[in-house]
Structure formats: structure tokens, C-alpha cells
């Protein structure tokens, strides 16, 4: 456990002036609650004057350590002030205190005199005091810790000497891969060394695996213990007996956990993926497996989308300056421009398939990638058996069901092949699976995406319909349906609708359709950046990159939100870009080029108005988002 | 120098309360005292020193009193740590 870990940037805060040491513990609780380390703050606050009341924590040197074991503490956690100024904390010296760390640890395991000592360790230092007084901002004082740290602490300190091999080795792992995975880590090996068992676990935690298992530790091991509620890397544990578990069960019961995995009724796992369903056998719900699975593929196609988005915004950016026509050619009309527009749109080709291909991996491993990949291409040219090179795309959607569906559809596989002779063993992983699988997920996709051009032919029908009547109404909808499905039937409908309608010099509908696709991307950056709760942390740090995007008309960088909780983003996109369409058109906004977002403004008729619509749409989906979506729990 | 080996007994070892009143009780004696724990030496009077050394339940500890009231020295300390240091 690193303190650097326990501490961030939230639970920092610098140069204050504390007028008493009431005051100094309020702010230390405040910013522990911040954190989210507290689940009742009453009690924790109590116990913490009840430490002070058996005499001060302030150890001198300037330094006080108020702490509290208890269970109202939530997870284990630091908070830190600085008080240049310094506090009267009732010091042993007497002296005024100015570096004030509040720890909260929780009731189980010995985290609390590790991180006290660890803490004093580093503080004895006097330059890495006056270092931590001197920092300006919180990141500062967390890289003056985390030099430190690393100098006295290096990496994986305490592994057990190794005797003979590990007896058992295991891995943890959890969705952050902050905390919890290196309890359990730590609670493993202690256990193994209390039972005299030598016990070695790697960590797949943020920064990478750590203390990685070897191929002969792993062929030496008696058992092996996976603690995680993520998919690790599985195939090197073929032959080997196993135990798959949740990561709070690794922290809790390490040793049940030994003796279990010891015992002859651990199961040994056999990697074809078949089985990587039943070694689950502590239940994990169905719905969290697949939150995993769809977590898998989102934050694999991330990459894709902010790459290709930024690339695409870079072509309309220099279209811009070289004062390129603001026609349906802006964003290719230059040379420079058209590389960028190209390799920025090759890398959102990928986007789709790879979304699937992850979740097909996830579900049922190396074979799964296969289907899942082939059957987010099949939907993304909306193939059918009667145009197989494409007709209508399914989009995102299309994927997310053609990665589940493929990823069932190959584990279903793998399950009726356990009839097959043993003789056909070996060709099972490298030819029928893939063969078979193919032509399963061909089928289903062809058989799928005809769905998708109706959906398109009759929204196209009921636009044309809709032209006479109310045109506030018309464009509500039009954005809306941007919104939808991001490149699917919908979306597709909108835009083929606003292209044609600029054909026919009606230009007021393709601003509508282009506003609705604006906002989705720009209510999911507003809402990571003032409703920071309700995403996670690789969700947050990519959501700079939406502003970007939303303003460029690249809906897609909304696609990785929606496809991590499609029933509360996509409405809230929905209703954020319908407004804005609909306000669009009540103002009588019109555009003549067919994209281009925030680079084309000066051709957009109307356009203050136009900015308006855009605002109010995207601040409604952000407070949707805020309203729908759940606190995410690190 | 007297030195005698003692074993930490209070399952919270020596957290920060009981480093407070360890560190205090020695401070009163004029001679050098250290603990040796793991073959390193930390200094008795040190509340800093001790807390850093991490001293868990079940860890042996060797008291090394050198100087003046030496002997009264190491009696309190190894009395402090094996009654429990007060806990």
C-alpha cells in the first residue's frame, strides 16, 4: 500500500489559515468526506476526539497525525492540509503545528500502523517537509510524496522469500485497480505466511501488472487463487487447480481461501473459455458479468475515439484557416486537411469493431474476439443477405449485439464440441471454432441488419411526412434522433434527410440535424467536468476530449458513454439534442454545409441563435446525466 | 550497557498512543536508550523514530540502556513493553 494511493488530489488542500485545532480536524474530515472515504462521518469525527482526548496526535517538528480506526470509515484514506502559518494542535513541544495528515483506516487488517509508520518514516525528513510546506498545488505535494516514497520504499517491498517455489499464487484485481486490488494482495500473502504457505500475488492494477507470476512459478504452484472483479489473463493457468473469486473475498477470508484452493475440491481450469464460465462458481450476478463484459470493450474502443476525433477536428481546423469552401468538400478540400480527415476516420472505422471484439474476448476469449470483431464490421456496413458488401449500418447498437450475441453464441459452441472425440481436440481452438463462429455471426448479422433499413426506410417516410407539418416539431425530432444511435438507422435517417433537404435549398433542417449531433458529445463533457461523481476515472480524464469533439459535430466521441450505460445516456442525449433541434428551427437557423460543427458557424444563418440552442440543449443533457446516471463507487 | 530482549505483546504494537508515553517515560533517563528490532537501532526517545520502525505485535525487541541510571532504565522500558504498554 502506497501512500500515494490512499492520497488525492481531492483530499489535499494547501495554505490554509487554521485559527484552532477544532477548526483543523473539521477541514481534515471535510476533505476525507470529499474523498468518499466515509460512510458515516458523525462517528468517524467522534472517534477522532476521542484519539485527541487521551492526548494530542501532534508529534512535533510541526507535524500532526490525527487518526481513527472505525468502521465508519468507508475505505482506507488520507487527507492532508498544510498551514504555513501553523495551528496550536496542543503539541508535546508546544510548538505550533503547519503539516496536518487525518488517516481513516478501516476496522479490519494492520493498514493502520503500516501507513502511520510509512508516514513518519518519510517525514522524519526535514527537505521533504519543507518540500510539502513549499507545494503549491495538490499534484505538486503528491509527486514530492511519491518521489519520496519510491526512494525509501521501492517497488514490491515485502514478497515472500521465495522457498522451494510458491505453493500458490494469485492475482488480484479490481475495475480501479487503486486499492483494493493491493489489499487484497497484501491480506493473501500474509495469510500464506502466517499458515506457512508461500503464497505470491501479482497485482493487475492501474499502472499494469505488477510482481508478475513467471511461467515456472506458475507450472511449480499447487493452486492458484484469482481475486478480481475484472478478467485477467487466463490462458497460462491451463492444468492448473483454481479458484475464482471477488476481490473483497481476497481482503476478507484470505485463508478460507487458501485451504479451499488446497483442498481437492478445487477445480482445475482448463482454458477454452467454455469453462471460464463455471470457475465464476462464487456467483457473480449476471449483470455484473456483463457490465464487465461491456466495460472491456468500451474502454478498449476509448482509444480509437479520441485519436480519430481530435485527428478529424485538426482537418476542419486547418480547412478553416486555409479558408476552404464551407461546402460539403470542407474538411478534405486541402491537401493537409484531407490526411487528417482520412487517418482520423480510418481510426473510427476501427471504433465499432473493436468495440464488439472486446466484449466477444471478454465473454469467451480468443474465439470470441473473432465473432465479435467480424460482427461490429457486419455492422457497421449493415451487410444483408442481399447485399452482403453493405446496405444500411446498425451502428453501435448493432455492435454491443453483435459482440453479446457472438460472445454467447461461441461459449454455446465450445459447450456442444465437448460431445466431439477427444481426437479432435487440438484442431477445436484453431479451425472449427473460428470457422464455425464466423458463419454463426454472419448469419445472425445478416439476418439483423435488414431490420435496420427498414427502421431507416420508414423514418425516412415518416420525415418526408413530417416536412409539412410543424417545423419545431420536425426538429426536435431530427435531433433527437441524432442522438439515438450514433451512426445506426436513426442517426443515418437524420442526416441523409438534412444532406438531401440542403439538395432541395432547404437549409434550415440540416442545422437542426447538425446541432442535434453537437450535443450529445458536449452534455457528456459538461457533465464530466461539473458532475465528476457519476463517471469513472478513465471516463473522467477522457472527457476533455468531448468538448472537442461536440464542437467538431463528432457525435461519436458520446458512443463509449452510451455504450457503458446505454439506458440513461442515450436519453439523456435524446432529449438534450431534440431541444436544441427544435430550438434551431424556431429560430429559423439554417447551415449550407453538411458538417463541420463549430468551423462552419459563419456560414449558419442566425448563428447567435444558433449558439444559443446549442447551450441550452447541451446543458439539458448534462443535468439529465446528473439526475439519471448513479455515483459511480471506486 | 545493559541490554535484555523483550517481545511486543499489545496487538496493536507500537502505534502512535503507546509510542507517545514510551517515548515520554524514556525521555526522563540521561543515558542512550535504543530498541533493536530487525537488526536495526532506533532511538527510544525518538516518538518519530519509534512510530517509523513500524514495531508489530509479536516482534522481539532487544532495550539497549548506555550511561547514567542505565539499570532503572531498562527495567521501566521492558516492564512498559511486556505489561503491555498500557493497553
Known amino acids: 500500500m502506497r501512500i500515494t494511493d490512499l492520497l488525492s488530489e481531492k483530499s489535499i488542500s494547501l495554505n490554509r489559515t487554521l485559527s484552532s485545532k477544532a477548526e483543523a480536524i473539521d477541514a481534515l474530515i471535510a476533505l476525507h468526506e470529499e474523498a468518499g472515504n466515509l460512510n458515516d462521518r458523525e462517528t468517524y469525527k467522534a472517534q477522532i476526539l476521542a484519539r485527541e482526548a487521551q492526548g494530542s496526535t501532534a508529534v512535533g517538528d510541526g507535524i500532526a497525525i490525527p487518526h481513527a480506526k472505525t468502521s465508519a470509515v468507508a475505505k482506507p484514506g488520507l487527507a492532508a492540509i498544510t498551514a504555513p502559518a501553523g495551528v496550536d494542535y496542543e503539541s508535546l513541544d508546544g510548538k505550533p503545528s503547519d503539516l496536518l495528515f487525518m488517516i481513516a483506516a478501516p476496522e479490519d487488517g494492520n493498514l493502520h500502523l503500516e501507513v502511520l509508520s510509512r508516514l513518519m518514516t518519510l517525514l522524519m525528513d526535514e527537505t521533504f517537509r519543507s518540500d510539502l510546506l513549499h507545494a503549491s498545488t495538490a499534484a505538486e505535494f503528491l509527486a514530492v510524496i511519491d518521489r519520496k516514497e519510491a526512494e525509501k520504499y521501492p517497488e514490491t ?12 499464487l494469485a492475482v488480484t484485481a479490481c475495475p480501479t485497480g487503486i486499492a483494493h486490488t493491493y489489499m487484497a494482495a497484501e491480506a493473501l500473502e500474509k495469510a500464506g505466511k502466517e499458515m506457512g504457505i508461500p503464497l505470491k500475488a501479482e497485482t493487475n492494477g492501474s499502472g499494469g501488472a505488477k510482481n508478475v507470476l513467471t511461467k515456472q512459478e506458475i507450472a511449480d504452484a499447487d493452486g492458484i487463487i484469482i481475486a478480481a472483479d475484472k478478467s485477467v489473463e487466463m490462458s497460462r493457468f491451463d492444468g492448473k487447480k483454481l479458484i475464482s473469486v471477488k476481490v473483497s473475498d481476497g481482503i476478507k477470508k484470505p485463508k478460507e481461501l487458501i485451504e479451499r484452493v488446497l483442498s481437492d475440491q478445487a477445480p482445475v481450469y482448463h482454458h477454452s473459455g ?5 470457475s465464476g462458481e462464487e456467483g457473480e450476478s449476471f449483470g455484473r458479468k456483463i457490465y464487465k463484459h461491456l466495460m472491456n470493450g468500451v474502454s478498449n474502443m476509448l482509444p480509437f475515439v479520441v485519436a480519430g476525433g481530435i485527428f478529424i477536428a485538426i482537418a476542419f481546423l486547418i480547412d478553416t484557416i486555409m479558408g476552404a469552401p464551407q461546402d460539403s468538400n470542407f474538411g478534405t478540400a486541402t491537401p493537409v486537411a484531407a490526411f487528417f480527415k482520412t ?3 480510418a481510426a473510427f472505422n476501427f471504433m465499432v469493431p473493436v468495440l464488439a471484439g472486446f466484449i466477444g474476448l471478454s465473454i469467451a476469449d480468443r474465439p470470441g474476439f473473432l465473432i465479435g470483431l467480424v460482427g461490429g464490421y457486419l455492422a457497421t456496413t449493415g451487410a444483408t443477405f442481399m447485399a452482403v458488401g453493405g446496405d444500411v449500418p446498425s451502428g453501435f447498437l448493432g455492435a454491443l449485439f453483435a459482440g453479446f450475441v457472438g460472445g454467447y453464441l461461441m461459449l454455446g459452441l465450445e459447450k456442444l464440441c465437448d460431445k466431439l472425440p477427444k481426437a479432435l481436440e487440438g484442431i477445436k481452438p484453431v479451425l472449427i471454432y473460428p470457422l464455425v463462429g464466423l ?3 454472419a448469419v445472425v448479422m445478416c439476418a439483423v441488419n435488414p431490420f435496420m433499413g427498414m427502421i431507416n426506410t420508414g423514418l425516412t417516410n415518416l420525415l418526408n411526412s413530417m416536412g409539412q ?12 434522433m441524432m442522438a439515438i444511435d450514433m451512426g445506426g438507422p436513426f442517426n443515418k435517417a437524420a442526416y441523409v434527410f438534412g444532406t438531401a433537404a440542403i439538395a432541395s435549398g432547404n437549409y434550415d433542417i440540416m442545422a437542426a440535424v447538425m446541432i442535434g449531433g453537437m450535443v450529445p458529445p458536449l452534455g457528456i463533457a459538461l457533465a464530466t467536468t461539473f458532475f465528476k461523481s457519476r463517471f469513472n476515472a478513465q471516463e473522467r480524464k477522457s472527457g476533455p476530449v468531448n468538448y472537442i469533439m461536440g464542437l467538431s459535430f463528432i457525435t461519436e466521441g458520446a458512443i463509449p458513454y452510451a455504450a457503458s450505460d446505454p439506458l440513461r445516456v442515450i436519453p439523456s442525449c435524446m432529449v438534450g439534442a431534440g431541444v436544441a433541434g427544435g430550438l434551431s428551427m424556431l429560430f429559423n437557423c439554417t447551415l449550407m454545409a453538411p458538417h463541420g460543427g463549430i468551423f462552419v458557424f459563419a456560414v449558419v444563418g442566425n448563428w447567435p441563435y444558433y449558439l444559443l440552442s446549442l447551450v441550452a440543449g447541451s ?5 439529465m446525466l446528473a439526475l439519471l446516471k448513479k455515483k459511480v463507487k471506486e | ?14 502505534h502512535m498512543r503507546p509510542a507517545t508515553s514510551f517515548a515520554g517515560a524514556m525521555g526522563k533517563y540521561p543515558c542512550d536508550i535504543k530498541l533493536r528490532v530487525g537488526g536495526k537501532d532506533v532511538n527510544a ?3 518519530m523514530n519509534i512510530i517509523a520502525a513500524c514495531i508489530k505485535c509479536g516482534t522481539e525487541v532487544e532495550v539497549i540502556c548506555d550511561g547514567e541510571r542505565e539499570a532503572e532504565a531498562l527495567a521501566e522500558a521492558t516492564g512498559m513493553i511486556e505489561s503491555g504498554l498500557g493497553e
Open chain 1, 157 to 168: 517491498p515485502e514478497t515472500v522469500v521465495k522457498q522451494d517455489g510458491y505453493r500458490i
Open chain 1, 274 to 278: 467454455a469453462k471460464a464460465a463455471d
Open chain 1, 343 to 345: 487517418i482520423g476516420n
Open chain 1, 439 to 441: 458463419g454463426m455471426i
Open chain 1, 469 to 480: 407539418s410543424s417545423k419545431v416539431l420536425l426538429g426536435i425530432v431530427l435531433g433527437a
Open chain 1, 619 to 623: 446543458i439539458v443533457t448534462m443535468v
Open chain 2, 1 to 14: 550497557m545493559v541490554s535484555k530482549k523483550v517481545t511486543v505483546v499489545n496487538a496493536m504494537g507500537f
Open chain 2, 45 to 47: 526517545k525518538s516518538l
